[in-house]
């Protein structure tokens, strides 16, 4: 359904460095790293046919994050979903919603993490056993 999902970033270089991390832990690569020909500077990670992008606001204004929204990254394991959360702080980003865990709900039982990145975007790491 998606072909690839941006966030905005006031400073990319930290941004490059958290995602770097906290996305090597679901198997993505080192970015392409991009200048528009507005200057601006952005970061595209591929991985399985989609892609995750980090960019400095085009429009020139701050960054900010998107207040009830969140993106999500498909976890093969909850040992996954840990790690995820653990390399998010370690590098910057800040634990929400309560500890990584099993939660049950009408989706079924998932188990997830939520953590927010240097510029507040909201992640989950997420993993549906069966």
Do not use: W
């Not at 993106?71 to 790690?83: D, I, L, N, R, T």
């Not at 989706?107 to 997830?112: D, I, Q, T």
Request: charged letters at 20%.
């Amino acid at each position: 359904m998606f072909s690839h999902i941006m966030v905005g970033s006031n400073d990319i270089d930290r941004s490059q460095r958290f995602y770097d991390a906290v996305l090597g832990v679901v198997g993505a690569g080192k970015p392409l790293r991009n200048v528009a020909s507005t200057g601006h500077v952005r970061l595209f990670y591929p991985h399985d046919g989609s892609m995750f992008c980090v960019s400095e606001p085009i429009n020139g204004e701050a960054a900010s994050c998107a207040n009830g929204g969140t993106v999500g990254f498909k976890c093969s394991s909850p040992e996954q979903v840990q790690q995820f959360h653990d390399v998010a702080v370690a590098h910057g980003g800040r634990s929400i919603e309560g500890a990584p865990g099993l939660r049950e709900g009408s989706l079924g039982a998932m188990y997830l993490a939520y953590v927010r990145d240097p510029d507040g975007n909201k992640l989950c790491a997420i993993y549906r056993p069966g």
